[in-house]
């Protein structure tokens, strides 16, 4: 019997979730679409998953433009970052890179001149002593679902225009990005 209850509580809670009908990757920043026929009483849930690496902390966010039929309908702007914490898979992890210095030269402290052995004066800059540059940042990776549903009021052919926005270009890379659309 506990069995039987345990069974039936997992396959409520997997159901709730709903199922995915279709997945835009909008890691490369640019405007992408997916085109879906719906019905009405349709209920589309929108999930973020993405992985990214960054330095200084950052706005991130994406817009969800939907068109009806060829038509602007309505948009949602969305912050992955504050997704429900019910479904919310977050892990953040620092990294450290160390990479060798293009600048750096190596610097013989004498030299040998007529005179004899002669100290050599540094003239390089601070950031051409250091053989390699040490970069600390985080690594994170998101999953979870976002508010509000889009819930379609007639049916017919609705178009979803998806674009991740970023507020800075400094030190930011994206590894993976992904809106999930589920029903």
């Known amino acids: 019997m506990k069995n039987c209850i345990k069974f039936i509580i997992l396959a409520l809670v997997l159901n709730s979730c709903g199922k995915a009908i279709s997945n835009i990757a909008v890691d490369d920043r640019m405007e992408h679409a997916e085109t879906l026929k719906l019905n009405k009483g349709d209920k589309i849930k929108f999930w973020t998953k993405i992985k990214y690496r960054y330095e200084n902390a950052i706005e991130i966010g994406y ?28 892990t953040a992890m620092w990294i450290i890179s160390k990479k060798r210095n293009p600048d750096w ?79």
């Open 63 to 90: 817009s969800v433009k939907i068109y009806k039929d060829g038509e602007f309908y309505t948009q949602y702007n969305y912050n992955p970052l504050s997704t429900n914490p019910k479904y919310l898979s977050s």
């Open 105 to 183: 030269i190596r610097y013989n402290e004498n030299r040998f001149t007529i005179f004899g052995w002669k100290k050599n004066e540094d003239e390089r800059e601070d950031h051409q002593k250091q053989k390699h540059i040490i970069k600390y940042g985080i690594k994170k990776n998101v999953k979870g679902k976002n508010n509000p549903i889009f819930t379609v009021k007639e049916d017919g052919v609705y178009t979803f225009k998806a674009k991740l926005n970023i507020d800075t270009e400094n030190s930011f890379k994206i590894i993976k990005a992904n809106i999930i659309l589920k029903k």
